[in-house]
């Protein structure tokens, strides 16, 4: 079962970002269903604490999270994440400079769902800036303020401490020469701890420190970097990650030539996939694009699952996962300490309508387009509402090739561009017994 499912689907967009190699330029309840059949499915194979992150633009963004608060149920909607990728902003927009776009994070169960740390910036590290023989450390007030931390809200934690300045020692109990210190601020409101008294004396020698200000003693908790497990990711993100052109140039290091356009950042995908699975949890892209996700899910020890439909996959990101195996040098590795390893399995869905669409895409003859007809006529699946005896070669034959293909295109369901696991048995598609044992095999651990 999936842990982690991160998609970056074609944006739909109108605009100068339209350079996919996907259609991006669907009719708008196209794209709606086109998403929406796929998350519908894609969610039964989630774990119960799994988490669905797709990135989206602004063009499509309130239609998704519509789709998506239907599919998921709002209350399972986490957040929705900007993710600064040009921080100078796209010029070539008519009114606001694009910046950033949008992740829309959802759960399957919120009650389940666990969100990780994602470790400690440059800057909350430079705040550590004392030490001792435990480590290093900052200074937060032992005395609660702003909300919850009034005497009359939590009594528990308002108690005397008292502290002997000459011998550097504290008690809960009065002593000779100590001083009566209380969680009382300098408007003279009673407020509290922030540990009852046991924790206090657990705790003292290694988190609490006291200072002289202002002719009075202040107490104060040590909060180690020993301890600090790392920030919650915030609704902004705007780390140093690659814009579009950056991350292109760095794949078109790896391979020697431009090979995918605006392919996703490896360093946001290292934030993702870092905050929202752990080790050995599977991550499934079923936009696979350039093969970011795979490649990182990799070098980060989880397994994954990367599914594309278009006809670069054997030439883009099965060639970087074979690359990442082979420790083929990415800015992301040293990040990764990434020297190579691994495997994966590739296989192909076995094609049935969608080879018949193949010849017609290739043919240039009118000839050769009616010999494709009849020969899908007495094997491929045509939609249900089309009438073949109506078909007139005639009026075939006086169209233009383009719209002859167009008519061809019509007649076939898209239902069934690939056989089914469900029809593995059939005889009509003749599946030999090995590529029969590995699909049972597959699904059988998948599902």
């Known amino acids: 079962m999936i842990k982690l499912i991160y998609i970056d689907p074609p ?57 998506l608060d239907e599919i998921f149920g709002r209350e399972n909607r986490l957040g929705v994440i900007a993710v600064v990728h040009n921080p100078g902003g796209r010029q070539d ?15 399957k169960d919120y009650e389940h769902a666990q969100i990780n740390t994602i470790g400690i910036s440059d800057e909350k590290l430079s705040e550590f800036k004392f030490s001792d023989k435990y480590g290093k450390y900052k200074l937060r007030g032992f005395r609660r303020s702003g909300s919850n931390s009034l005497k009359k809200e939590r009594p528990g934690l ?3 401490i008292y502290y002997n300045p000459k011998k550097s020692e504290f008690y809960l109990e009065n002593k000779l020469d100590s001083i009566k210190l209380l969680p009382i601020d300098e408007r003279g409101v009673e407020r509290c701890w922030r540990w009852g008294s046991l924790t206090f004396t657990d705790r003292l020698e290694k988190y609490i420190e006291v200072k002289k200000v202002k002719e009075k003693y202040e107490l104060y908790t040590k909060e180690r970097e020993s301890d600090y497990k790392g920030e919650k990711a915030k609704t902004i993100w705007n780390k140093p990650y690659y ?11 790896l391979f020697g030539r431009k090979s995918f356009s605006y392919p996703k950042s490896p360093f946001l995908m290292r934030d993702i996939i870092a905050i929202a699975t752990n080790e050995g949890d599977y991550v499934l892209d079923f936009f696979a694009g350039s093969g970011t996700t795979a490649s990182i899910a990799q070098k980060m020890g989880r397994k994954f699952i ?11 990101p099965f060639q970087r996962i074979l690359k990442s195996i082979n420790g083929e040098k990415e800015s992301i590795n040293d990040s990764l300490n990434w020297k190579g390893g691994g495997s994966f399995v590739y296989a192909e869905l076995m094609e049935w309508n969608e080879r018949y669409i193949s010849e017609i895409q290739e043919t240039n003859t009118t000839q050769k ?18 009438d073949l005896k109506k078909f007139d070669v005639k009026e075939f034959n006086k169209l233009y090739l383009i719209e ?5 295109y019509e007649c076939i369901d898209k239902n069934h561009l690939y056989v089914n696991f469900s029809e593995l048995d059939d005889s009509t598609y003749k599946v030999n017994a090995e590529d029969k044992k590995l699909n049972k095999e597959f699904y059988k651990r998948s599902l």
């Open 11 to 67: 944006y739909n967009t109108r605009g100068a970002a339209n350079t996919f190699s996907y259609n991006n330029s669907f009719n708008h309840s196209s794209w709606l269903t086109f998403i929406k059949n796929r998350v519908e499915v894609a969610k039964e194979m989630m774990t119960k604490d799994g988490l669905f992150i797709v990135s989206i633009d602004h063009s499509e963004l309130f239609y998704l999270g519509v789709i």
């Open 93 to 107: 927009d008519k009114f606001f400079p694009t910046a950033h776009e949008n992740m829309l994070v959802y759960a």
């Open 158 to 160: 308002f108690y005397p």
């Open 243 to 253: 814009t579009g052109q950056t991350a292109t140039n760095e794949l078109k290091k």
């Open 306 to 316: 990367a599914i594309e439909q278009m006809d670069y996959i054997e030439d883009v």
């Open 369 to 386: 387009l009616l010999k494709i007809y009849e020969k899908f006529k007495g094997e491929a699946f045509f939609r249900y509402d089309i």
């Open 404 to 408: 002859q293909k167009q008519v061809l």
